[in-house]
Antibody, heavy 119, light 111 residues
Framework: QLQLQESGPGLAKPSETLSLTCIVS??????????WGWIRQPPGKGLEWIGT???????YYNPSLKSRVTVSVDTSKNQFSLNLNSVTAADTAVYYC???????????WGQGTLVTVSS | QSALTQPASVSGSPGQSITISCTGT?????????VSWYQHHPGKAPKLMIY???KRPSGVSNRFSGSKSGNTASLTISGLQAEDGADYYC???????????FGGGTKLTVL
C-alpha cells in the first residue's frame, strides 16, 4: 500500500523559507507512470495546487507561486521536497503531498502537515 | 478566488440524491476529460471519489457518479447516507502551463 508522509517544521518566520519533505513508502518515486505534487489548504479555504515534479526532475508550478517555489526529488531516498521562500501569513496552511495519477489527478495523499507563518 | 466554481454548500436528506456542480472554462474542465472529485473530512487526507470525469476507483461506492457537459462537471451522490457529509472538491487538468486547478469546495450536509 502506497503511503506518503510529510515532514518538516510546523512554524516558519515571515520572509524566511518554508521547507517540507514527503517520504514515499510502498512504491517507487521513479515509477514513470506518475508525477508527485504539493497541495495546500489555508485555514477556512479550499485546496490550492502548488507544484508537481516528475522523477526525472521536470517541474510544473502554480503560476501565482512560481517565483517563490522550488520542488525537488531525491530518487535515492524515495522522497521529494518543497521550498517556498519569502513566506507571509498568507502561506499559513495545511500542506499535503500527493501522487499524481496518469491523467493528472492526485490519487494518494499524505495526512497533511500544518505550517504556521508567524514571528 | 478558486479557478473552478463550486456552490459553497448543498444539503439533502438520507436516501435522497444531490448534485454538486463544478464550472470552469474551455482551458480546463471543457478542454480535457481529466476531472476528478475528492471527499474531504476535516483533519483527514482527501479521498479520491471520481477520476477522468466518470471513473470510480476500486472501493468507492457506486452511489457516487460523475459527468460533464461543456465547461461544467458534476458529482452526483444517490441514496445519501450520514457518512457522506463532508467537503467535496473538484479538480481539473488545465494544460502544461497551469497543470492542475481545484474548485473552492462544497460542504455537503446530510440533514
Amino acid at each position: 500500500q502506497l503511503q506518503l508522509q510529510e515532514s518538516g517544521p510546523g512554524l516558519a518566520k515571515p520572509s524566511e523559507t518554508l521547507s517540507l519533505t514527503c517520504i514515499v513508502s510502498g512504491g517507487s518515486i521513479s515509477n514513470s507512470a506518475y508525477h508527485w505534487g504539493w497541495i495546500r489548504q489555508p485555514p477556512g479555504k479550499g485546496l490550492e495546487w502548488i507544484g508537481t515534479i516528475y522523477y526525472s526532475g521536470s517541474t510544473y508550478y502554480n503560476p501565482s507561486l512560481k517565483s517563490r517555489v522550488t520542488v525537488s526529488v531525491d530518487t535515492s531516498k524515495n522522497q521529494f521536497s518543497l521550498n517556498l521562500n519569502s513566506v507571509t501569513a498568507a502561506d499559513t496552511a495545511v500542506y499535503y503531498c500527493a501522487r499524481i495519477g496518469g491523467s493528472y489527478f492526485p490519487d494518494y495523499w499524505g495526512q497533511g502537515t500544518l505550517v504556521t507563518v508567524s514571528s | 478566488q478558486s479557478a473552478l466554481t463550486q456552490p459553497a454548500s448543498v444539503s439533502g436528506s438520507p436516501g435522497q440524491s444531490i448534485t454538486i456542480s463544478c464550472t470552469g472554462t474551455s482551458s480546463d474542465v471543457g478542454g480535457y476529460n481529466f476531472v476528478s472529485w475528492y471527499q474531504h473530512h476535516p483533519g483527514k487526507a482527501p479521498k479520491l471519489m471520481i477520476y477522468d470525469v466518470t471513473k470510480r476507483p476500486s472501493g468507492v461506492s457506486n452511489r457516487f457518479s460523475g459527468s460533464k457537459s461543456g465547461n461544467t462537471a458534476s458529482l452526483t451522490i444517490s441514496g445519501l447516507q450520514a457518512e457522506d457529509g463532508a467537503d467535496y472538491y473538484c479538480c481539473s487538468y488545465a494544460g502544461s502551463g497551469t497543470f492542475v486547478v481545484f474548485g473552492g469546495g462544497t460542504k455537503l450536509t446530510v440533514l
